[in-house]
C-alpha cells in the first residue's frame, strides 16, 4: 500500500474546489501505463470475438425478442454431486451475453427438429456466460496444457524449488485463469465477486482455483482458500487505477508473506471479475476522497457525491487514459447510488487504509453506514397512539380504540393552536355531541307562510315509494329522521295546494360519512341536488318542520341547525358553502352555460378526434361557428413531436410541435382541458413538464410548416401569440411549507413538491434507515428537519410545547401529507387483528390527531382500497370515520380513488387519497387520467353509500392522451442481468437482484418463459389449471416444489403449489409490473409473480424502483432488503406528481382570489398564472350580522395577511357567530333570482297518487 499524497496534490484539490488558478501538476503517463490499458482493453475485446463476457456499456440495452423459437440453454451441465433431477430438462428461453450487446455464440436457432437427420449429433454447448459454477468444480475437468492439478502447498513448494534453482526469490505469484467463489450448504461452489468477501453475511470464506505461475513455471491448483485481497495505489492522486495491483492471500501465503497478483480469469469468472474491477477503482477514489478532505480537516458528506466527487475526479486524474476508460461506465456525475451500493466494499477498504480518526473523521458514515446522523427517542414497548381528545372521541369506539391515549395540551400549544382556528375559521374543540337533535314541528301558520330560502323538513320516503335510500343509524346518535330541504320556490294548483322545489340538504349519515361517528347532531350540509326537475313535489302537507338555520356558523350556534358547507354529491366532495349555491340553476340569474367549462381562444384541449382509437389529441381552440345549424369548434392541431419529425424519434411523448393544420369537431370531442408549456429547443426541460406526461402536462419547442409540399419542424424562437400557456414551474411562487409524516425514502413527498406547490420543511418517519435515506435526497440539507421516531412521539413533543427546528411550532405548517402504514387494511395481511396491525390501523386516528392539533391550510392522506370497509363491516370503517373526523373540523374534503398506472405509472397499485383544504381555499380536483387502462381492467366499485351506489368507482374514459406504460418499456435501457449472481451493475447499481439458492435456481429454471407470464400453477396444471401434470412441467421438475404431485386434496397443498396461486409467476413484458410489495418472495401465492419475463431470476431493485417511479439518481440506503421495503413502502411517484400539480393549481387560484395579491406579490414574488381559469371557482363567503341591514345580506370572502406571513380568509364569522345571529327567520326576505318562470301564481297540476321520490344518487 502506498502513501504518497502530496501537499501539492492537496493543493490541486481546493483549488479546484475554490477556482482559484494555482498551478497544477503536470503528469507525464510512461508507455508502461499505455500497454496496460491496451492490454486490457486487447482482453475484452478477444472475450467480445468469442462469445464471451465484456465490460458493460451504459448504453447497452436488452436484446429484443424477435424469434420465439429461439433456445437459450442457460442452465449448467449438471455436477455429479447434484441431483440429475435439478437440471433435467432444456427450457425455451432467450440468454444473451450479460455485459455486451450480442448473443451468445452458443445459442442455438432452430424451426423444427426435423432438419436434423437421425445421423446427426447433437450437442449442447452451454454458455459460460451464464455459468454459476466454475468449470474447475464439474467432473472430468481437465486443466489447461494437461497441467497438474496440485493442491496450494504442493504448489508453492514446487515453486520455492524451481526458484531456490535459479538463485531467485519470490513475494509475488502470477495468477490467471481463475475462478473464485463460495462453498456452503446454500450456495455450493457458486461463484462471487470479490467485493461480497468480508462484507456480506456469509460471505467470510472463498476459494479460488487457477494457474499460479513464476515466470515460465506453471501450476495448476484448486480450491485455495481466500483470507485477503490486499489492493495497490490508494491514497495517490497520480495512480489512476488499481487494475493491476489487486491479490489474493490465503492462510498459507500470508504466513509466507506471499501474494497472488490477479491477472486473466477464467471465461466463465470473467462477468464476475471485469465489473468488480471498476468497484475496486471505486474504492481507491472514495478512500483518496476521504483521505485528501480529512488532511484539510473536511468531513465528507453522502451529497458530496452528487456532483463534487465527480468534478474532482476529472480535475485529479481527466487525463488518463485508464481512468477515461474507467469513467464512461458510469452515465452521470452523480455517484451516490454507486456509493450505496458498494458501501460494504467501501467500508472495508477505508479502515484498511486511513487510521480510524481519519476514516471516521466523515459525516458519511454516520449518514449511510451506521445509521446515526439522527437520533431518536427511547424505545417503549407497546407505545400507545397519542391523539388529542377530539380525534380520541371521534375514533375510541374502534376496534383500536384501546390503543388510543388523550394528552391535554400544554397551555403554550393551546393558545397557538386557538389562534390558528380563528385565522383559518375552523371549528374550535368541544365536547362531541351524544344524543339525536331535538326538532320542533311547524305550527299550520309557520308552514303556510313559507317562502324561498326556508328551511323545511319533511318525513322520509319509505320502502313502499320504491326509493333506494335506506334509513341507516349511524355510530354514536342516530340521526333526525327527516329530509330537510332549502325551498327555492313556491307553486299553486288549481285546488290551492302548495308544493315546493327544493335543494336537498344532506345529513352526515347520507354521505361518505356513513355509519360512523359524525361529531355534531345539528349540522346539514347543503347539496347540489334539487328537485325542479322532478315530478313529485313537496307538497305543504308533507312538511313538518321550518327551521331557524345559522349558515357558516358551528357546532355551538344557538340556532336549531346550521349549515357551512356543501356536499356535491356526484363527486362526493365538501365545499365551503357559497352564496351561489343557495339558489339551484334554475333559479339562477346566471346562465347555465356558465355552470360548466366554457372554451375560450388560446386555451388547449385533449380531443378526441378519432373514435376508433383510444387516445385524445392536445389542441389549441380557435373559435366556434355555425355549420349546418349546429355549432363546431374550429382547433388547432398540436402534433407529437416523436410522431412527425424524423430526427426526434426518441422525443418525450409530452412534446408536442405547433402546427398549421386546422380542424373542426363537435361539443362532445372535447374530453377536458390540457396545459402546454414553451420552452425554447436545447433548453433543460423543468420538473414537472419534463415526466412524459404526467399531471396532464405536455409542452412545445418547434414548429411545423409545409416548404414545397413537406412538413418541416423549425424551432421556435417564442412562443406563439395566441396560445393560452401554462404555468411556468422556474417562476417564483410562495410556496406551501409542508411536513411529511410517514415519510419513508420521500418518493410520496417528493413527487408532491415536483407539482410546484409545495415544499417540504420537516419529515417524520420511525425508521431509521427510510429517514437516512430521504435526507439522503434533499437538495438542500439545511431546508429540511428531520424527526426519526414515531408520529407519536413527534406529536407528543408538539403537545407539550416543547418545539424545535424538527418539530414545528403550531401554525409554521401549511400542508400535512402522509402514507400511512397500509398492513392493518392490506389484503396482503392474513390476520388483521394482531396487535401490530391494530396499531397500524391506529395511525390513521394519529395522522387524523395532527390535523387537529397544528389545523394546515391543505393536507393529504394515501392508503390502500381496503381502509374502505365492505358492506358488512361498514361500521368499523375507518376510512368514513376520517371523513367523519376531518369534515367536523371544518375542512373541506374530498378522496379521489386512483390507479398509478392511469398517472403513467408502469404498475397498476390502485390507492385512495383523502384530500382537504380549510374554509375559503380552493379545494383540489381529481388528477385527469393521462394514461389508459390495460386491456381487460375491469370497472370496479369501492365501498357503499346508503343508495347502494359505490363510494367511488374505477374510471373508464374512452380517450386517454398516452397509453399505459408496460413492465418491458419501463426498464427498456436496462442491461440484462440474467441470474443476477455478479450483483454488479456498473450503470444501475440498484439493478440487482435477491441471490438465489441453487434449489430457488432450480425451480425458476422450471418456469417457462414462454408464452409470457407463465406461473408454476400454469406450467403444471396447464392453462384450464383442472388437473396437475396437465402442463409442460415435468414430474421431476414438479419434484423442486413444495408440496406432492400425488396428493389430489388441493386443501392439504401449500398455497404456493395449488391451481389458483400466483406463486412462481412471470411478468407480461407487455403489461404491468404486479404490484411491489415491500419484499419480493416467489413463493408467495397471492402476490408471486415477481420473475422477470426473459431472465430466471426475480425482479430486480432497480426494476422496481422503476415501477415506483423512483427517479435514477435518487439514493436507496441500508442492504438489499432494507431498500427494497423503502421502495415498496412509498406511494408511486407519478400520481404524486399529478397530485402535486393539483394542489399547486388549487393554492395559486387561492392565491388569485386574494385583493391583496399585489401587495403579497412584491414580498413573495407569487406568481399569477391562468392554469385554472377555465374552471368554475367557488368563493367562501360568510355571514354579515351588521346592524340596519338585513341579517341576509351575505358579503364575499377576503384574503387577509396575517402578522405571521400567513394567507388566511378574512370574514366576520367570530362576530357572527357571538350574536347568535338565526338566519333562517329572515331568509324569506332573501331575493329570488328566477331563470324558470316560476310563482305562486303558476299552477301546477300534481297527481293525487303522485309519490315523492329521492333521487337515487349522491
Not at 407497546?382 to 391523539?387: E, K, M, S
Not at 357567530?1217 to 328566477?1234: D, H, Y
Amino acid at each position: 500500500m502506498e502513501d504518497d499524497v502530496s501537499s501539492q496534490d492537496t493543493q490541486e484539490f481546493f483549488a479546484f474546489l475554490n477556482n482559484n488558478n494555482i498551478a497544477r501538476e503536470t503528469r507525464v503517463y510512461s508507455s508502461t501505463d499505455t500497454t496496460t490499458i491496451r492490454s486490457w482493453r486487447a482482453t475484452v475485446v478477444s472475450l467480445n470475438e468469442t462469445g464471451h463476457p465484456s465490460t458493460p456499456s451504459p448504453c447497452s440495452k436488452p436484446v429484443q425478442n424477435t424469434d420465439s423459437t429461439e433456445e437459450s440453454l442457460d442452465q449448467p451441465t449438471s455436477k455429479t454431486a447434484s441431483s440429475a433431477s435439478l437440471f433435467s430438462t432444456i427450457k425455451n428461453s432467450e440468454t444473451t451475453n450479460s455485459l455486451s450487446n450480442s448473443p451468445c455464440r452458443s445459442i442455438i436457432r432452430s424451426t423444427s427438429i426435423k432438419s436434423f437427420s437421425s445421423t446427426t449429433p447433437l450437442s449442447v454447448d452451454v454458455p459460460e456466460c451464464v455459468l454459476v459454477v466454475p468449470k474447475s468444480c464439474y467432473e472430468d475437468f481437465q486443466p489447461p496444457e494437461d497441467m497438474p492439478v496440485l493442491s496450494e502447498r504442493k504448489a508453492i513448494q514446487a515453486l520455492s524449488l524451481i526458484t531456490a534453482e535459479r538463485a531467485q526469490s519470490f513475494s509475488e505469484i502470477q495468477l490467471d485463469e481463475f475462478a473464485i467463489y463460495i462453498d456452503n450448504d446454500k450456495f455450493p461452489e457458486e461463484m462471487r465477486s470479490l467485493h461480497h468477501l468480508h462484507t456480506k453475511i456469509g460471505h467470510r470464506s472463498f476459494y479460488f482455483d487457477g494457474i499460479i505461475s513464476i515466470g515460465d513455471t506453471k501450476l495448476y491448483v484448486r480450491r485455495v482458500p481466500v483470507v485477503a485481497v490486499p489492493i495497490g495505489n490508494y491514497s495517490s492522486i497520480s495512480k489512476h487505477t488499481v487494475r493491476d495491483n489487486i491479490w489474493l492471500q490465503s492462510s498459507l501465503s500470508y504466513k509466507k508473506s506471499l501474494f497472488y497478483k490477479l491477472g486473466k480469469p477464467a471465461k466463465e469468472y470473467a462477468r464476475f471479475f471485469y465489473p468488480f474491477l471498476w468497484v475496486a477503482d471505486l474504492a481507491k477514489h472514495f478512500v483518496d476522497f476521504l483521505y485528501i478532505m480529512a488532511e484539510n480537516k473536511r468531513s465528507v458528506s453522502i451529497h458530496h457525491f452528487r456532483s463534487t466527487f465527480a468534478a474532482w475526479l476529472k480535475e485529479s486524474h481527466g487525463r488518463s487514459p485508464e481512468f477515461i476508460e474507467w469513467l464512461n461506465q458510469h452515465p452521470s456525475d452523480d455517484y451516490r447510488t454507486s456509493i450505496a451500493a458498494n458501501i460494504g466494499f467501501l467500508h472495508k477498504e477505508t479502515l484498511g487504509v486511513l487510521d480510524h480518526h481519519k476514516a471516521y473523521s466523515h459525516a458519511i458514515w454516520a449518514e449511510i453506514w451506521e445509521f446515526q446522523s439522527f437520533t431518536s427517542p427511547p424505545e417503549i414497548d407497546n407505545p400507545p397512539t397519542i391523539v388529542t381528545q377530539y380525534i380520541y372521541d371521534c375514533f375510541k369506539h374502534l376496534p383500536f380504540g384501546d390503543r388510543l391515549q388523550v394528552v391535554p395540551l400544554s397551555l403554550k400549544t393551546n393558545a397557538l393552536r386557538n389562534d390558528l382556528i380563528r385565522q383559518r375559521h375552523l371549528e374550535f374543540p368541544s365536547k362531541l355531541h351524544q344524543s339525536t337533535k331535538t326538532l320542533s314541528k311547524a305550527a299550520k301558520a309557520l308552514i303556510a307562510n313559507i317562502r324561498p330560502g326556508d328551511t323545511i323538513s319533511t318525513l322520509r320516503d319509505d320502502a313502499a315509494s320504491g326509493t333506494l335510500w335506506k334509513r341507516e343509524l349511524s355510530e354514536g346518535f342516530a340521526d333526525v329522521d327527516r329530509w330537510f330541504a332549502l325551498v327555492q320556490s313556491v307553486h299553486v294548483n288549481k285546488k290551492g295546494v302548495r308544493t315546493f322545489d327544493v335543494i336537498w340538504y344532506y345529513q352526515p349519515v347520507d354521505t361518505l360519512c356513513g355509519l360512523m361517528k359524525y361529531p355534531w347532531n345539528n349540522e346539514l350540509f347543503l347539496s347540489d341536488h334539487c328537485s325542479c326537475t322532478e315530478t313529485s313535489k313537496i307538497e305543504e302537507s308533507e312538511v313538518l318542520g321550518v327551521h331557524d338555520v345559522d349558515f357558516w356558523g358551528t357546532s355551538t350556534t344557538a340556532a336549531e341547525l346550521f349549515c357551512r358547507q356543501t356536499y356535491l354529491q356526484e363527486s362526493r366532495r365538501w365545499v365551503t358553502l357559497d352564496e351561489s349555491h343557495l339558489q339551484c340553476c334554475h333559479t339562477s340569474s346566471l346562465p347555465l352555460e356558465s355552470q360548466s367549462l366554457k372554451v375560450k381562444s388560446g386555451n388547449t384541449y385533449l380531443l378526441h378526434l378519432d373514435l376508433k382509437s383510444s387516445f385524445s389529441e392536445p389542441c389549441e381552440f380557435l373559435s366556434s361557428i355555425r355549420e349546418g345549424g349546429r355549432r363546431v369548434y374550429q382547433f388547432r392541431r398540436l402534433l407529437r413531436r416523436h410522431q412527425v419529425d424524423p430526427n426526434a424519434r426518441d422525443a418525450r411523448p409530452n412534446e408536442l410541435i405547433y402546427s398549421e393544420q386546422i380542424c373542426k369537431v363537435s361539443r362532445d370531442r372535447i374530453t377536458g382541458p390540457c396545459s402546454v408549456k414553451f420552452f425554447r429547443d436545447g433548453d433543460e426541460i423543468p420538473t414537472p413538464y419534463d415526466r412524459d406526461g404526467t399531471g396532464n402536462l405536455f409542452y412545445i419547442t418547434h414548429r411545423q410548416i409545409v416548404a414545397n409540399g413537406v412538413p418541416v419542424c423549425l424551432p421556435l424562437e417564442e412562443a406563439p401569440k395566441s396560445l393560452h400557456q401554462g404555468f411556468d414551474p422556474l417562476q417564483e411562487l410562495q410556496k406551501l411549507r409542508g411536513i411529511d409524516l410517514f415519510c419513508g425514502g420521500g418518493n410520496f413527498g417528493r413527487g408532491l413538491e415536483d407539482g410546484g406547490g409545495i415544499e417540504m420543511k420537516w419529515a417524520n418517519d420511525y425508521d431509521a434507515k427510510a429517514i437516512h435515506t430521504y435526507m439522503a435526497n434533499v437538495k438542500k440539507p439545511g431546508d429540511v428537519h428531520p424527526f426519526l421516531g414515531s408520529i407519536d412521539d413527534l406529536q407528543l413533543a408538539a403537545i407539550r410545547g416543547q418545539f424545535a427546528d424538527n418539530v414545528p411550532r403550531i401554525g409554521d405548517v401549511d400542508f400535512v401529507s402522509g402514507g400511512s402504514p397500509c398492513p392493518g387494511f392490506s389484503r396482503l395481511t392474513n390476520d388483521k387483528t394482531t396487535a401490530a396491525q391494530r396499531k397500524n390501523q391506529s395511525l390513521v386516528a394519529a395522522f387524523a390527531s395532527f390535523v387537529d392539533l397544528y389545523r394546515p391550510k391543505y393536507g393529504v392522506l394515501e392508503n390502500v382500497l381496503g381502509m374502505i370497509h365492505k358492506k358488512e363491516s361498514r361500521n368499523q370503517d375507518v376510512f368514513s370515520q376520517l371523513i367523519c373526523s376531518l369534515v367536523g373540523l371544518g375542512y373541506q374534503t374530498q378522496f379521489f380513488f386512483l390507479d398509478a398506472s392511469s398517472c403513467g405509472s408502469p404498475q397498476p397499485r390502485p390507492r385512495i387519497f383523502v384530500v382537504f383544504a380549510a374554509p375559503g381555499l380552493e379545494l383540489p380536483t381529481k388528477p385527469v387520467q393521462t394514461h389508459s387502462h390495460p386491456p381487460k381492467t375491469r370497472e370496479i366499485g369501492i365501498g357503499w353509500l346508503p343508495n347502494g351506489q359505490h363510494m367511488a368507482t374505477r374510471e373508464m374514459p374512452a380517450a386517454t392522451p398516452f397509453k399505459y406504460i408496460s413492465a418491458e418499456e419501463a426498464t427498456a435501457d436496462l442491461p440484462p442481468i440474467h441470474d443476477a449472481k455478479p450483483d454488479i451493475c456498473v450503470a444501475y447499481p440498484d439493478h440487482r437482484s435477491h441471490s438465489s439458492t441453487k434449489m430457488e435456481r432450480a425451480r425458476i429454471s422450471a418456469i417457462p418463459v414462454r408464452p409470457w407470464g407463465m406461473s408454476f400453477a400454469q406450467a403444471w396444471y396447464g392453462e384450464d389449471k383442472a388437473k396437475g401434470g396437465s402442463g409442460t412441467m415435468t414430474a421431476a421438475e414438479r419434484k423442486l416444489f413444495p408440496g406432492t404431485n400425488e396428493e389430489t386434496d388441493m386443501s392439504k397443498q401449500p398455497l404456493s403449489v395449488q391451481p389458483q396461486s400466483n406463486a412462481y409467476g412471470r411478468m407480461f413484458p407487455n403489461k404491468l409490473f404486479n404490484t411491489v410489495t415491500t419484499r419480493p418472495t416467489a413463493n408467495d401465492a397471492k402476490n408471486g409473480r415477481l420473475l422477470h419475463w426473459r431472465e430466471n431470476r426475480l425482479i430486480s431493485l432497480m426494476e422496481a424502483r422503476r415501477a415506483q417511479g423512483f427517479r435514477d439518481e435518487e439514493v436507496l440506503l441500508g442492504d438489499p432488503s432494507n431498500q427494497y421495503r423503502i421502495v415498496g413502502n412509498s406511494v408511486a411517484r407519478q400520481v404524486a406528481v399529478a397530485l402535486g400539480v393539483k394542489f399547486r393549481e388549487a393554492w395559486v387560484t387561492s392565491l388569485k382570489r386574494n385583493r391583496e395579491l399585489e401587495r403579497a406579490s412584491s414580498r413573495s414574488a407569487a406568481e399569477v398564472d391562468d392554469f385554472a381559469e377555465d374552471r368554475v371557482t367557488l368563493e367562501a363567503i360568510a355571514m354579515n350580522d351588521m346592524k340596519g341591514t338585513s341579517a341576509r345580506q351575505l358579503k364575499s370572502l377576503t384574503i387577509r395577511r396575517q402578522s405571521t406571513g400567513d394567507l388566511t380568509p378574512s370574514t366576520r364569522v367570530d362576530e357572527a357567530r357571538a350574536s347568535g345571529r338565526r338566519a333562517s327567520t329572515q331568509i324569506q326576505e332573501m331575493p329570488v333570482r328566477r331563470k324558470r318562470l316560476h310563482s305562486t301564481a303558476v299552477v301546477v297540476e300534481i297527481p293525487q297518487f303522485s309519490k315523492r321520490r329521492r333521487l337515487n344518487r349522491i
